[in-house]
């Protein structure tokens, strides 16, 4: 059904035939075990349907949190959709026991990825609203503008010298090319030139743009070299034009690689008249080389610069103009005191969690639904207390998510980096997920992936699993078994996350359900609480903890929890509390699996967990066997993934192994970092992991599989006494070798 749940003729009501094939699927499902998770807003935008003006960001995302409209029309989905009686069932989809988790909304928060830009953006009508539930707020909370504005002026710093160099762009290089201490970047193509015509001000620059395409970030002006204090206030004031209607972006970043923003990213609407801009913002890090970057890729309308300083201080309190009595306090104004940034990021905490609370409490009380509940994913500490008293927490993470240097989920133009997770434990994304979570609550990651072509996707589910179990988590879901409508008997990969035809992923999957859903590894130990704050009613610590670290929980809890490091949280599981936090035990100490993750000077990475009833290696074949102490020798491919797992016991075990994954005929570029539209076609072919394998003591037999599981031709296994080895081959033609013990 194509088109969704929803009548394609009025858009408003749920069609009977697209519901009639839901409750069909949903007992099919049941009747084979495989529960249900109902996620109540995911690609749905009311306010087309109701005749609202429409909101400023994808299926009402933002919007829908406060806009009363929207909320009541998103309960009254819930209550069409919980309510009804499946007639398969013969059970309300709200008491089923099939239905095992509703979702409030997906990926939805004010504090999601783009959330500070989207409500600078707001259309009227939906400012109106958020503005007038900020100055109610801000009654509630102070008696008078008087004390208001004391408040807000606390810790104000006047403008301080100017960090740049030759803002007005008089001085030039000994090139020319460009002014004194400013670099013209242009990337993948792209051109632009740098030029002082008369017309302008004495103090302003032409950029003439020759070449663009639709990435911002491929031309930049930019000036590095200076210093920024984590915590300080800042401000960047420029004036700007344009011969027609444009927009560019102001940055403040690191000026060296990882290249990470370091508080403020701001979109600039340029126009014919000159306009003067000043953007204030809170450094997050510290940073001895910093810098100011505008951005104007995209668009080939010439920019005008002048007068670009950045200085610290500048902050502003309550406005002139701004008054409690009359309701007008803007919910953003530039160059603000850091009371009032605090007190925006309550207010935005404070609303967000009667959200999700009161959707919570609709669909326990009023539908009386059994399900357990959740809001959204976590989206840092303000994200995670909105979610602290739903009845599980969520996450999502990608490693290498696909980029679009044009047009958005541009299926021609993308790429992937070939960078195996196994290499960079620095930057995994499990270390992340790890440190989302909340003490006394159930965990899970309901979307993770590593995109195809990558060469090392088959690190994914062995790696996900073995973490996962060991950091005890209660739930893992890969995005996606099939984005496919209708190509129910394709035979070969067609997009990044499809695991349906993916041995590099399904083919892991059994060996990832024994090690996390089936005992194949215990927990590494007991959980140590961190506490952030005492409790959430110091709110204002945790609205400074986003500002600070933004949604980054990880750098946040190894702070916290008093110079841990990543790897250290491979030896004990750090959970973010507030108070005292719930522990819960740990496994025996003779159960706890030993795992390691590291790198050798060659930047050659190695993950390996072993436990009594699996084990895992995933990353450069020549360091298997010292690490097994030669138990495990691989000979090829130089990067592979490897599992060992028990099947209901000591008898029975399933050897997992893949290289490189990948379709017939794929059309790599050069640096394989994309293969376009040129998928090639099926067979899906593996890279064979070839080695030995020293298995436990006695007697085993071996059959490799089928792809459809079914066992295959004998593998012969050879043995010094009572010890077997068994040789992996590309002669087996199998990624799975499956061995039973024989009897004494």
């Not at 709110?539 to 008093?562: N, P, W």
């Not at 792809?707 to 296994?717: L, Y």
Request: charged residues 25%.
């Amino acid at each position: 059904w194509p088109r969704g749940i929803w009548n394609a003729q009025d858009g408003r009501t749920i069609e009977p035939e697209a519901l009639d094939r839901l409750d069909y699927f949903i007992s099919e499902l049941a009747q084979r075990g495989i529960w249900i998770n109902i996620n109540l807003h995911v690609g749905r935008a009311h306010s087309q349907y109701l005749g609202l003006p429409e909101t400023n960001s994808s299926y009402d995302k933002i919007a829908g949190i406060f806009t009363p409209a929207l909320v009541d029309a998103q309960k009254q989905f819930a209550r069409d959709l919980l309510d009804h009686v499946n007639p398969y069932r013969k059970v309300r989809y709200a008491d089923d026991p099939a239905i095992a988790f509703v979702e409030i909304t997906n990926e939805d928060s004010f504090f999601m990825w783009n959330g500070d830009e989207t409500l600078r953006g707001l259309p009227e009508f939906y400012e109106n609203i958020l503005r007038g539930q900020f100055n109610q707020w801000l009654r509630q909370r102070y008696a008078s503008d008087d004390a208001l504005r004391t408040a807000w002026s606390d810790g104000t710093e006047p403008l301080g010298q100017d960090l740049l160099q030759n803002g007005g762009f008089s001085e030039r290089n000994s090139t020319g090319a460009a002014p004194a201490h400013w670099n013209l970047e242009q990337h993948e193509g792209c051109r632009a030139s740098l030029s002082r015509p008369r017309h302008l001000p004495g103090d302003a620059i032409q950029i003439e743009i020759t070449q663009a395409n639709e990435t911002e970030w491929h031309l930049q002006l930019t000036q590095g070299g200076f210093a920024l204090e984590r915590g300080r206030y800042y401000t960047v004031s420029f004036s700007g034009a344009s011969d027609r209607a444009r927009t560019i972006r102001c940055s403040v970043g690191q000026a060296h690689s990882p290249w990470g923003n370091l508080g403020l990213s701001r979109r600039v609407d340029l126009g014919k008249e000159w306009a003067e801009f000043s953007f204030g913002f809170v450094a997050t890090g510290d940073d001895d080389n910093a810098r100011v970057s505008f951005a104007f890729g995209g668009d080939d309308a010439p920019v005008y610069l002048a007068r670009v300083a950045l200085r610290p201080g500048g902050q502003v309190g309550l406005a002139d103009a701004e008054s409690l009595a009359a309701r007008n306090i803007e919910l953003f104004q530039e160059n603000e005191s850091q009371p009032r940034i605090l007190d925006r990021m309550m207010f935005l905490a404070e609303t967000e969690k009667a959200y999700f609370d009161e959707m919570k409490r609709f669909i326990k009380e009023d539908l009386n639904c059994d399900a357990l509940i959740t809001g959204t994913i976590v989206f840092g500490p303000l994200g995670l207390y909105a979610q602290s008293d739903m009845d599980f927490i969520d996450a999502h993470a990608y490693w290498q998510h696909p980029r679009f240097p044009g047009r958005p989920w541009d299926q021609g133009n993308w790429t992937v980096e070939q960078k195996p997770m196994t290499n960079f434990p620095n930057e995994a994304t499990l270390f992340r997920l790890a440190a989302e979570r909340m003490a006394g609550k159930p965990f899970t990651v309901s979307e993770y992936n590593h995109p195809a072509p990558m060469d090392g996707q088959a690190e994914c589910v062995p790696m996900m699993a073995s973490f996962a179990a060991a950091q005890d988590w209660d739930g893992v879901w890969f995005y996606t078994y099939s984005h496919s409508g209708d190509s129910w008997d394709r035979e070969h990969l067609s997009s990044f996350f499809d695991i349906d035809t993916n041995p590099g992923k399904w083919g892991f999957m059994r060996a990832g359900a024994s090690i996390l859903c089936e005992g194949g590894m215990a927990p590494l130990g007991p959980p140590r609480a961190v506490p952030f704050v005492e409790s959430w009613d110091h709110l204002a610590d945790v609205a400074l903890f986003h500002q600070r670290h933004d949604r980054d929980m990880l750098s946040i809890l190894l702070d916290r929890a008093g110079g841990a490091t990543r790897m250290g949280m491979l030896e004990a599981i750090l959970i973010p509390s507030f108070g005292d936090g719930l522990l819960t035990t740990g496994a025996p100490a003779g159960d706890t699996p030993e795992l390691t993750w590291n790198v050798d000077t060659e930047g050659r990475g190695l993950y390996r967990v072993v436990a009594p009833s699996s084990q895992v290696y995933i990353g450069h074949a020549e360091r298997f066997a010292p690490a097994s102490r030669g138990a495990l020798r691989i000979t090829s491919p130089e990067f592979a993934a490897l599992t060992v797992t028990e099947l209901g016991g000591d008898t029975r075990l399933l050897v997992t192994a893949c290289g490189r994954c990948e379709n017939t005929g794929m059309q790599f570029s050069a640096d394989r970092r994309t293969v376009g539209r040129n998928w090639g076609e099926a067979p899906v072919r593996i890279e064979p992991v070839e080695g030995t394998l020293a298995l436990p003591k006695g007697r085993w037999e071996c059959h490799a599989l089928a792809p459809d599981g079914s066992p295959g031709k004998r593998v012969p296994i050879s043995y010094e006494g009572d010890k077997g080895m068994l040789i992996l081959s590309g002669d087996h033609e199998t990624m799975w070798y499956y061995l039973r013990r024989q009897s004494r």
